[in-house]
């Protein structure tokens, strides 16, 4: 009688290579999982400084605009988060002559300030902003001028605060 | 009666399934840890909400992120700073923003008054660097 001394384990092999990609799907299944917890997403908003050696408009060869449009952030008693204007007053905007308070005031500068831009784009757009005013109020008020789509918005800045040039930007 | 017979595989095989196990459990260590340490030193702040943003982050070879929190401290890679040692780091990298390849990016929160964030952006111009961006988030 012949004995088998060994035979082939073809089914168990076939079985066995699974698992690494069992393993490795899994793995990656808890990373991303574990690294998708807890983030929140930035975004940017960019601007464009114009080096300090511009500050000078006579030096600009180019036709010199009619008039300039100054946007002035005022702080408010209200709300401090400048996000989205909820409870309070919060701070006031002032452009040519016009006021801006209450939630929906960066609904109302952004409407205004594309009107204006639809009229003369090449308006330069002077946010001059108060020291006290929250930054996100800040931002609200500089995303409205670049969603107008200006030619050129610049940040007015105070001498006395600042030693230095007063920074532009250009987008 | 059945005799015991010795498994035997075909040709030589080489199990590599621990070495991948280990090798990616190793992977997403360093990579969870990396991510637990850099989570460390940001700072926890209140980003702007703001419409018109970009979600695509440009790519530039050297960049400083700045994090100014609601006590208007300045943060640099973890550590608080002072304008002047902002103002340092800038005059360093003044070289390479020359050639459009160095951005700061202030991550501000939205409670911080301006007057707080107005210095570095004079600091930027004075150190002629033209590219900055304020981390925020949108609508």
Redesign the interface.
């Known amino acids: 009688m012949k004995?088998?001394?060994?035979?082939?384990?073809?089914q168990?092999?076939d079985s066995?290579a699974m698992?690494?990609l069992i393993?490795?799907v899994f793995?990656l299944l808890?990373?991303f999982v574990?690294?998708s917890t807890d983030q929140?997403r930035?975004?940017?908003?960019?601007?464009?400084?114009?080096?300090?050696s511009i500050e000078s408009p006579a030096t600009n060869p180019g036709p010199r605009p009619l008039g300039e449009a100054w946007v002035r952030v005022r702080a408010g008693d209200g709300d401090?988060?400048?996000?989205?204007g909820r409870g309070g007053t919060g701070p006031r905007i002032e452009v040519e002559g016009r006021s801006f308070t209450g939630p929906n005031r960066h609904q109302l500068l952004?409407e205004f300030l594309k009107t204006l831009a639809t009229a003369a784009p090449e308006l330069p757009v002077i946010l001059d902003?108060?020291?006290?005013?929250?930054?996100?109020e800040?931002?609200?008020a500089y995303?409205a001028a670049?969603?107008a789509d200006f030619d050129a918005i610049h940040?007015a800045?105070d001498p006395a605060?600042?030693s230095?040039?007063?920074?532009?930007t250009a987008p | 009666m059945r005799i015991p017979t010795r498994v035997r595989r075909l040709g030589i095989s080489l199990d590599l399934t621990p070495l991948i196990d280990i090798v990616f459990l190793l992977v997403i260590f360093f990579l969870v840890a990396s991510h637990a340490a850099r989570s460390e030193s940001t700072e926890p702040v209140q980003l702007p909400l703001v419409g018109e943003v970009q979600h695509e982050q440009p790519s530039v070879p050297g960049r400083l992120v700045v994090t100014v929190t609601a006590d208007q401290a300045l943060h640099v890679g973890g550590r608080i700073v002072t304008l002047e040692q902002i103002t340092s780091l800038l005059a360093e990298a003044s070289a390479a923003a020359n050639s459009g390849g160095y951005e700061v990016r202030i991550r501000g929160d939205r409670r911080v008054p301006f007057r707080a964030v107005e210095p570095l952006m004079v600091a930027c111009a004075q150190a002629g660097i033209t590219r900055i961006g304020y981390a925020v988030l949108p609508h």
């Open positions: 004995i088998p001394t060994a035979h082939y384990d073809r168990r092999d066995q698992t690494p393993d490795v793995l808890i990373f574990c690294a929140v930035e975004s940017l908003l960019p601007t464009e400084l114009a080096a300090g401090g988060d400048g996000g989205g952004s902003i108060d020291p006290e005013v929250p930054l996100g800040a931002l609200a995303d670049r969603a940040f800045v605060t600042t230095g040039a007063p920074p532009a």
